[in-house]
């Protein structure tokens, strides 16, 4: 018997095996094939969630050196009702020449003649010194109302209040989760 040629084809080494035993080969390796997709997608999954953590990082770091501005305004009245004692004693002293230079006219009773109007000329400089305690013993009363317009101006740093505490502890967690997925953290330096 003239002996057939070898049939090197796919089929035919596929003939030589039970269906079976076919269909589990085939299983394994589309099982290969997800598993290895799947752990391709795990892997891209794990860098993306480091880099997510990074950038959260990033972001943190920039929210702690930021610092806020506003402008506060104060449009309001202040009712002012007060007593203000004062007792004092201010010296004054006065020391001054005064010059007189007029005419004045004096009645002059004259006996048999009546009264007679006699015009004197008076040119005289009089000294005038004084020197005077004056005490002031009193309290004064005010009572007011003042009107207040301000703008005041608050800038108030993200680092100087209680949301720091809260950032940093945030901040450490991602750090720690990052180093569980041995994630790249570079942390920006804080600008202050």
């Not at 796919?10 to 269906?19: K, T």
């Not at 040119?123 to 301000?150: G, S, W």
Request: proline residues 7%; without cysteine; hydrophobic residues 45%.
């Amino acid at each position: 018997m003239p002996d057939k040629p070898a049939d090197t084809s796919l089929l035919a080494a596929l003939r030589r095996y039970r269906p079976d035993y076919i269909l589990l080969w085939v299983i394994a390796l589309a099982s290969l094939a997800l598993n290895l997709i799947m752990l391709n997608q795990l892997l891209t999954l794990r860098r993306a969630s480091g880099q997510a953590i990074a950038d959260a990082i990033a972001v943190i770091s920039q929210i702690e050196s930021q610092t806020f501005t506003t402008h506060i305004t104060v449009d309001d009245q202040i009712e002012i009702n007060t007593s203000i004692p004062v007792n004092e004693t201010i010296p004054i002293n006065i020391k001054q020449t005064l010059p007189i230079d007029t005419v004045v006219t004096v009645p002059v009773q004259a006996g048999l003649l009546g009264t007679l109007n006699l015009t004197v000329p008076i040119k005289a400089d009089v000294p005038i010194e004084i020197q005077q305690e004056v005490t002031i013993n009193q309290p004064f009363e005010i009572k007011t109302t003042v009107p207040v317009h301000l703008e005041v101006p608050v800038t108030i740093r993200v680092a100087d209040t209680e949301l720091a505490a809260t950032l940093a502890d945030i901040k450490a967690r991602l750090l720690a989760l990052a180093g569980t997925l041995d994630a790249a953290t570079t942390t920006p330096e804080a600008t202050p």
